[in-house]
């Protein structure tokens, strides 16, 4: 007679030290990109060694098992989820860029509005309803976002030749791609498998970032060594650990919990950003930021009330 073993979840001490790990390595990302500029490596290179670095990842369980997956999807399912992948990969290359323009902690701030702009998108697109929650969090996200571009486009810029206005524009496109990127990801998701999916995801987005390279021409080699091992360790913090990390913890975590304490990493990423750069942002930038997380934060929590 043979027993069934039941799998026991992870105590709440590890779930919170594995909560702490995600999120530690995500806040890490906008180090590790400014840490690959100063050896000149170009953004859409930055994001090109992200996203193939994911998919190369997965292509063993592709290979194995993952394939066969793929090819039991309908051909929109596939479709929608390489469209999904353009945008991540879009996403992925504006966020770096507007690093060249503007501070981390904006940056991190404004790419922190996503759950914003896919609420947006549920109206407009899914013909959703939100609640008054959800508008309030809205308009207090948008008074933050106001504050930031208005006292940005007066800060000094990163870089010799960096335009703060222009990375605030750059970083809210970004986060608007990724939610489009979310919300086509959902309709997928809901029929196919985490790995097979991702793996579209990320190998779309390589494939997308590489034409961007092409299009700018800019070259893959001839760049300091250190410079792709900050893009190898880019691509193991924010997607290997960070993103996949916080997934497995989902599966025991109330979305509520993840979500809220998700808002921690602008705010860690803005103190890497002071510790290591000597970033250090004005008043009303500060504010801003608030402002931002802070109605996303109300958003988030309503969403989540919901399910």
């Not at 390489?82 to 945008?87: E, M, S």
């Not at 959800?134 to 030749?161: P, Q, T, Y």
């Not at 960096?162 to 524009?169: E, F, K, R, T, Y």
Request: with cysteine; proline share 4%.
């Amino acid at each position: 007679m043979m027993l069934r073993t039941k799998t026991l979840a992870p105590s709440t001490a590890r779930l919170g030290v594995l909560v702490a790990i995600s999120i530690f390595a995500w806040s890490f990302g906008p180090i590790c990109v400014r840490f690959a500029f100063q050896y000149d490596l170009p953004p859409a290179l930055v994001a090109f060694g992200r996203m193939i670095t994911g998919s190369v990842m997965f292509a063993p369980y592709i290979v194995y098992r993952g394939q066969r997956e793929i090819r039991r999807m309908s051909a929109r399912s596939r479709w929608l989820a390489v469209a999904a992948g353009a945008l991540f990969g879009v996403n992925i290359t504006l966020m770096a860029t507007s690093l060249t323009h503007i501070s981390i902690m904006i940056n991190q701030a404004l790419i922190a509005t996503i759950p914003i702009w896919v609420a947006v998108f549920e109206v407009t697109l899914l013909k959703g309803k939100l609640s008054r929650a959800i508008w309030s969090g809205i308009i207090v996200a948008l008074g933050g976002g106001l504050a930031v571009a208005f006292a940005s486009a007066g800060a000094r810029a990163i870089s010799e030749d960096g335009n703060p206005g222009l990375g605030v524009l750059l970083a809210a496109i970004s986060a608007c791609s990724a939610a489009l990127y979310i919300t086509i990801g959902r309709k997928v998701r809901s029929s196919t498998s985490f790995i097979p999916y991702i793996w579209l995801v990320y190998t779309a987005g390589g494939a997308v970032t590489l034409l961007i390279i092409a299009f700018t021409r800019v070259s893959l080699v001839g760049y300091d060594i250190r410079g792709y091992l900050w893009v190898l360790l880019l691509a193991i913090l924010a997607q290997i650990i960070g993103h996949g990390v916080l997934n497995f913890v989902l599966k025991y975590v109330s979305p509520t919990v993840i979500t809220v304490t998700a808002q921690i990493m602008p705010a860690l990423a803005a103190f890497w950003a002071f510790v290591i750069f000597s970033e250090i942002p004005t008043s009303w930038q500060v504010l801003g930021s608030a402002l931002l997380l802070l109605g996303v934060t109300i958003v988030l929590r309503s969403q989540n009330s919901r399910y």
